[in-house]
């Protein structure tokens, strides 16, 4: 089913146009990987012309930039959620959640980390995003009480990210569940 099939209706505005053209953008990278982005894959997921896509935002590059940007803005926005109870028990429902909720940005966002190896423009957005999420990880940590260095949260960090790259590939949530759940266990002793 395409973004427009998922879509009440179309796009009231240029503003939602322009949302339902991200949203395209992170599904078709999603399915796809960056190599399958195109301006005509892009219009047929958001069912708008290919004159509406370039009129919109000019270029594939353009597209990639939004999607990014707008998968920090999503993502992050969760891990200031983690922290909201102040509870380490919180962490666990919210981390799975972010999974099951949108793995399309989950996955998007892996593609254009291991696109990055092989495209060096795209190197700078993954920095971006790594440094974005390794703070966001820090002030999450700090929120709960916990005094964390630079080694512990980018160990919190690098599990976080191994939780969700197996929820994404082994779609086993309950084991995902139980390997946070001792996460938050070991931190629980770091307060």
């Keep these: 089913m395409t973004l427009a099939g998922r879509r009440p209706q179309r796009a009231a505005n240029r503003g939602d146009q322009d949302l339902d053209l991200v949203l395209a953008t992170v599904s078709v990278i999603a399915r796809d990987g960056l190599r399958g982005l195109t301006t005509q894959a892009v219009a047929r997921e958001a069912g708008v012309s ?14 990639v ?7 920090l ?14 509870s380490l028990d919180h962490f666990v429902e919210h ?3 972010l999974v099951a909720r949108d793995p399309d940005l989950q996955v998007f966002q892996y593609e254009l980390m291991l696109e990055s190896r092989r495209t060096p423009r795209l190197d700078p957005h993954v920095k971006l995003l790594y440094a974005t999420y390794i703070e966001a990880t820090s002030q999450a940590l700090t929120r709960l009480g916990i005094t964390a260095d630079e080694d512990l949260t980018l160990l919190v960090y690098s599990a976080i990210e191994g939780f969700i790259m197996h929820q994404l ?12 759940e001792r996460l938050r ?3 629980s002793t770091a307060r």
């Excluded at 930039?65 to 998968?71: F, G, I, S, T, W």
């Excluded at 803005?73 to 102040?86: I, N, R």
Aim: proline fraction near 2%; charge should be negative; glycine fraction near 8%.
């Design 50 to 63: 290919i004159e509406g896509v370039l009129r919109s935002v000019g270029s594939t590059d353009a597209l």
């Design 65 to 71: 930039d939004a999607a990014l940007r707008y998968a």
């Design 73 to 86: 803005d999503k993502s992050a926005g969760v891990f200031a959620d983690l922290a909201d109870g102040a």
């Design 95 to 97: 981390l799975t959640d």
């Design 169 to 180: 590939v082994a779609k086993d949530r309950p084991a995902t569940e139980r390997a946070i």
């Design 185 to 187: 266990r070991i931190l």
